[in-house]
């Protein structure tokens, strides 16, 4: 499976972006989908998850500005970004988590897109 990230690019504090991610093919099972960020000297992190089901989950430091959605017929994810702070500043990756078979647990990564937030 590959992820295909788009959207990143450069905007000013205050402004909004929004991030799609396309999956190639669809797997066995889905567990979920999700964004993480890596921020200049900094770890990868969670940015927000949606699970199958559509359950999501959020870094609190997102929570009210950032919206996870997902649309199934496309394999599509996609992150709203609002209100957007010089910190939220990273290189964006794509995630994908499941199964290819029933005993195969298979975890993808897409190559990242590069959301820089001036201000």
């Known amino acids: 499976v590959q992820l295909q990230a788009f959207g990143g690019g450069l905007v000013q504090a205050g402004g909004s972006l929004r991030l799609s991610c396309a999956a190639s093919e669809t797997i066995f099972k889905l567990n979920s989908m999700g964004w993480y960020r890596q921020g200049p000297g900094k770890q990868r992190d969670l940015v927000a998850t949606?699970?199958?089901?559509?359950?999501?989950n959020y870094a609190d430091s997102v929570k009210g500005r950032f919206t996870i959605s997902r649309d199934n017929a496309k394999n599509t994810v996609y992150l709203q970004m609002n209100s957007l702070k010089p910190e939220d500043t990273a290189v964006y990756y794509c995630?994908?988590?499941?199964?290819?078979?029933?005993?195969?647990?298979?975890?993808?990564w897409g190559k990242g897109t590069l959301v820089t937030v001036s201000s």
């Open positions: 949606i699970t199958s089901g559509g359950r999501t």
């Open positions: 995630n994908l988590d499941g199964y290819s078979d029933p005993w195969s647990a298979v975890n993808f």
